[in-house]
């Protein structure tokens, strides 16, 4: 018996925040139904997003390209469509490569792909350390069933990154985090922290100020805005974007907000020891949604939850 082929359109389009990336090269994605190995988009067989054949059993490969940085970790989040996950596809792999200064190629250490929960089944998170040039999703087509054709918005998305995360006996510091993805699409106009494990020490002063620069001295919240960043302001909350009672800062503008490649810092003060995870919002403006992440105190940020608003 004839086996089926199972025609897929892939049209990839970028709608979330996004980890440290290339602006001039910002949100390339491709495609391939053959094993890329380590060749490097667009290098064959990689393809621009448009009709390709997979046969029942096969694989979908979906890459992102941006750019590499030693210091940062990356938190990806894909999502590949309702149309892939209803036909039964599943995300099995994940890979993250970075060219060597000396030549060669290496692979960045990758923990996923992770379901999110609620999603259907179309998202997908993974880590990479250290932020690799590419980034790649493994998709698996089920064997058996019927050929199909149909549009699939496939959207590898790259959530966040951190060049440092520090913390010492009474605070933490999150320094030069920056997000990215196409001008158009982002603008992050409020940012939330919520300690799980430590305590903000509410009687400290609040300051915000604007960059470049990193937040220094103690007992203090500090907030430390990019110059583009319009006018930002902050405050104490008692509950977070899900309704929770607990206490965190909130910092926010009402201007355009951050967009893409445009860092901020904070330093923020604590009762005690700040503990190792922190509960991390960020609001696009743009898409009207929120980022919910677990920060690790000594690591940078661990998982990912789109919130829709």
């Not at 300690?195 to 919240?221: F, K, M």
């Amino acid at each position: 018996m004839k086996t089926k082929s199972v025609w897929i359109m892939l049209m990839i389009l970028l709608v979330a925040v996004g980890s440290a990336g290339n602006t001039a090269n910002a949100w390339d994605t491709w495609v391939s139904n053959t094993d890329p190995g380590t060749a490097e988009p667009p290098a064959a067989p990689w393809q621009a997003p448009g009709p390709i054949t997979v046969q029942p059993g096969g694989q979908v490969w979906i890459a992102a390209d941006n750019s590499y940085r030693a210091t940062n970790e990356k938190v990806a989040t894909f999502d590949m469509g309702a149309a892939l996950a209803g036909a039964g596809a599943t995300a099995s792999g994940t890979h993250g490569y970075y060219n060597n200064q000396g030549g060669g190629v290496s692979e960045s250490t990758a923990t996923g792909p992770t379901a999110v929960p609620n999603s259907n089944g179309q998202k997908y998170t993974a880590t990479f350390t250290p932020q690799p040039d590419w980034e790649v999703l493994v998709v698996d087509i089920p064997r058996g069933g019927r050929g199909l054709r149909t549009d699939v918005d496939a959207q590898p998305t790259v959530s966040s990154a951190c060049s440092a995360t520090t913390a010492d006996a009474t605070s933490m510091t999150i320094d030069q985090c920056v997000h990215d993805g196409p001008d158009d699409v982002m603008g992050l106009t409020e940012i939330l922290v919520f300690p799980e494990t430590g305590v903000l020490d509410e009687s400290a002063e609040i300051l915000v100020l604007t960059g470049p620069g990193s937040p220094n001295g103690r007992g203090r919240q500090i907030f430390i805005s990019p110059a583009e960043g319009g006018e930002w302001f902050g405050e104490y909350v008692h509950a977070d974007p899900e309704g929770e009672e607990r206490l965190g800062i909130r910092w926010y503008t009402d201007s355009k907000g951050i967009q893409a490649e445009q860092a901020y810092s904070m330093k923020l003060s604590m009762t005690g020891a700040p503990g190792l995870w922190h509960a991390y919002w960020v609001y696009d403006a743009t898409d009207g949604e929120w980022e919910r992440f677990r920060w690790l105190s000594r690591r940078g940020m661990a998982d990912v939850t789109t919130v829709p608003h």
